[in-house]
């Protein structure tokens, strides 16, 4: 691909967004080695994604903590960014503060914070963030632009019947009906009107909804998601293919997650825990099938552990003669160093295929998600596979070309 | 398939073949259900196997016990056989008893024991061996014989050229040369001689070499191995595809197994750990490729574990900016509760492909085996494709016809 | 000691009591073996205990399943109980079980079951329980009764005035105040007033105020309890002074119990669950102190578990230099196995102290209990030790008697 | 206590010796709290230890690196100290350097490495390290000087006879026979024949003879040791009690320890593993006494993980009835900064006894060590009540005059 390719975050200073930006410029300028990136595998990296040094980044931020003091908290607390690369960057992120504007809180929710006088109204809210992102597209001289949203996760909003079809969404927006708009729905449909990317990282609603869907589909722009798949998730749908298929009855996935990020913090807000908690059990209850017995997963915040995930998953399980046996396992990963290599492969990803003017949900992407758009397949390893038959496709396609 | 299907067990006796008989026949009278068996998955119960009440059970056995003391043992220091199962079938087993001869150990590495006047050189060995197996056949009048090594693993030896063509190996046998044929590979060699099924369960050498390929293919016989793949290896290849798809680097990955069974008891040689060692950390490497650093796999005796296996598994993983994150699982499991129905699925799987006029290594059988024979894949979930794929193959082909 | 020492158990078929009655016949009979035992350390079974032989079983349960059907139906879910011992013991669980009487819920709360016409109000309840067990001790010529609670847990009633002192308890008594007496509190009045001796294995309140601490005084009577400390707590007051002594700072120690017997169901009811996660976290601030941090306990029921309790710690504490490091740990016990063998030696050792004219409070029990009565001490090895001081000294006096 | 009192290390810039000089410099100038100093924990700190600031640190060494390299090196692979620490103490670490003289291998094993031509023989040797640790006292007009064993661990030696008394011992070294003293002998030697103050931290022979505790006794010297209990086996020895006291069979107690230090190098070589594991093991059967069963050490070096230990423990034991049950734990430590700490304990603690006129043998210090000198007491919570004992006692007594 050639020219320049936007990376637009929503939520630009929280971890994730800013471990996104310090891992990328840290990869361009030399800084840092390209482990994490799937797009960087042996058999993937052929293909002509974006250069990671080709990636201009900007964002929507509705918190008060600046890119480089996010990366020096994080570099205190939890490690991973070296004192010696966040000198190295701190110039860098100054500048690409300039490109982060105030961000929109769902207005009729919250009252809205941010450096200037705030839209009012679902209607102007998506013109003034289709302005934001305009600009920047315009000021770099942008081929392609993804929208991705890493920012915390949103109460749950109970469904509205306006969501079921791009008429009725559009109305409701004529007629600035605030309630029928999440915040996260107002940033992806400013993204896919455009022709933009939209990727959700998050469980908030953002694109999952058939309107957002059909107006994707109506202007030629591509989305995925939702939910980043980035740990204990991510092991479960390894593992429990592996019961399903020796035909081992699982009584119980009991999962417990602990971690102290302000998204663990959020989660004790019963509404936004059960997005979360919905979507882990859901991938584990496709997967078994049959199989499936008792299961849960709770998630608590322990604010000592930073931005590091411990969770602990316990499957007792019944095998041959009613024999019943248990497996147990403990993951301890840095979250946001887990999801950030995995934005930049989203944007890499979707702009690809954007640029192939395909539209609609990019269901090949369903291996970094917890809820994959378009497709109903959980099993990490069949995931995977789907992106695999994408790759060679579009491998065999450019050099027949 | 029609008719009445012989599953001959090479270590009749041992945990795992007297739970093979115990768990088919209590699951042919109804008295324990189908959990454990991959061929009763709903996807794949539909092809013909031959069916569970269909088996009749023979073996050779070099140990003292009997099979009803086997099981009576198993039962008050393992489990998973209750007393009143053991009543039910107490009568039946010692009628299979009748059916179990003695069985030969490698004429020239041990003294034989047995009840009858062993035969001297593998010439001999092989013929005897034949012998046994053609009355079973005929006494039952059975269409398909399926003869399973479910014997304790054998000293690992030193690779002969002999193995490399069938002439070589012919001539070795004709000139009665005892230190080219490992025990294990005497079985194989009349099994396939006859035109019978082979499966190899142990990590013995079994009809792992090409000059049984050969004979196999030759015969028109069919065979499987090596090594079943029932708990810490299954665990790994379905874990160890999820970093190197993520691509992150697995800078150690130290497995610990525990075991109290007289398996655990062999492993303490030396020789016989290397064999069972090595296949493990094979499948490991195969998977990680260019992502794998240190490993390694212990194995202990610990005799109050019974025929319960532990497994800890420490795995040391570098993620982005080089965070250095880990994750570690434990498994508890029953060997031979995990084992013996993969045993019957096996013996059902190999009677089928033999009744389809199949020949030589039954590739898609790898998702049963820690080294499969006739293919280098290791990915569990790869290995179940290969399997699935062969099913909807065959179901198609049955519905057609 | 000499003659027979009654036991009294409210809540006879529950799993604890019965597998208590059951364990104790066993041993009675040489059927089996006396690990778990503290009364048969070899440094304390030199003092005169009543004989396992010389304990007589009766009590009281609201439950439909006899003593039998509860061993039956926990041989067949949980082990432990083998169908040989079983068989050996069938009739007589069936002739303790005439020693078992209709038991008495407390008349505010719960409609009554039972056998038999139930007395109304607790005046007329703690005389009813007082009858039963004063006819027990006639039929048997007994010399001493402990009552135990080993029944389920009760809703945490929220605490009275009246409990403060005994005069205005009795005060209560006479007026027929039914919503003073929680159900487990009209058991210990019963027992401490006609000088029986009253252990709470529970949580539930019991004997634990001051008002029955003065009774008891009054009586002459011994009480000791409460709740026992069977599993995780045990380890955590194992643990926690390692962490304290070593002047670690404990940032985070999280408990996640799993269990799957009636105790883990009631426990969904979170006024149950309250009572017991208050007394297991409030072991660990005590020893902890200064370097307590943040710190939870979490219940779940997990049906498939039965009788069996599985329990994970994740404690994240600092070192030297502000060094963060964890540890974890999985607790996978029987939970009544674990239980029964204490309620054996509470009740040897509340009549061997009531046999030396003690009264009130047994603090030299703490070792048994999460929340030791008349001692504030949570370590286990310093509760540990004032046991050993108290059998020390019996034992000194005993010699020079 | 007044004046100055010396550290002198012996393997002063391995990672413990190292990380105790920068935790000691960092907390004396303030950059550092006191987590992790058992001497600062509220009951002992108002004993008069010598004050933090006032220990003046020297030592021997080896190896090529600096103090300060050791420092950076540990802070790019272990992290712990900061970079903004690292460089706060850089010229500081680079001053304690000058107080380092090249240490002295034992001159029969090993060819000397050094910056200066070697003394040969142990007579000589011994005169050197003398020599050298007085020009340190001198130098610093030091009240106390204790000499630290820090460095790694050495090969076990076979026991000789001149080691039974202090006769046979002198005699050995007037006659220079090399092949008596192992290099941790001669600095235990020459520190105590000086009256200084000596405790070994490692596995190593030191002064664990009983010729070198009639040396301490005779010259008026005190020492400690040996093999300081950092991580897994003190959990091991607050763990087993538990055990114990409960009179619960420990079947089996599988330990696997992974490191990637040189320390873990070192172990490779199974001379020094024994020495290692055996101690470890020691403890263990020494508190379970007759409920001890099966128990086993495993040191793996896993090079990824630099200092920090992860330990994995296996308990498998029998309750009641003979119901098996299990524990485990994992514990992740950084072992030099679990040790650094205390070593300053032990500087403080000997220097303190030494002003006291003790001699010999520290009893009291045992909760430190996994081989205490002195007394054979392992179970941590009654080691840490002999320490309590002491300070009681001391206090007063320094109260009373």
Redesign the interface.
Known sequence: MRGKTGVWLVGACGNVGM?TI??AR?IARGL???????T???EFRELGWPGIDQLVFGGHETGARTLYEAARDFSRRA???????LRDLKDELETIQDEICAGYPAPPVHTLKGRRADPVGPRATVRAIAKDIDEFRTRHGLQEVVVVNVATTEAHPAPCPEWESLTALRRALDDDRGNVFPTSMLYAYAALDAGDSYVNFTPSVGASVPALDELARARGSVYAGRDGKTGET??KT??A??FA?????V??W?G?N?LGNPDGAALRDPATKGAKTDSKDRSLRSILG?QA??S?V?I?F????DDWK?A?D?I?F?????????????????DS??A??LVIDLARLAAYSSSQNESGALSHLA?FFKDPAGVDVH????Q??MLRAYVRQALSRARSA
């Open positions: 471990l310090v891992g840290a840092a080695g390209r482990t994490g990136l799937v960087e595998l042996r490690g991973v960014i070296s004192e010696s690369l991510l092991v390894a593992l293919p592996l298929h020796r035909n081992l009855r009584h119980a009991e417990y602990m049959e017995g008792h849960s709770h608590d322990v604010p000592s552990l411990v602990f316990y007792h019944e095998g041959f003669l009613g024999a019943k046996m248990a497996m147990q396992f403990t993951w301890q990963g840095c160093a887990l950030a290599p291996c099993a990490f390893s069949e995977f596979e």
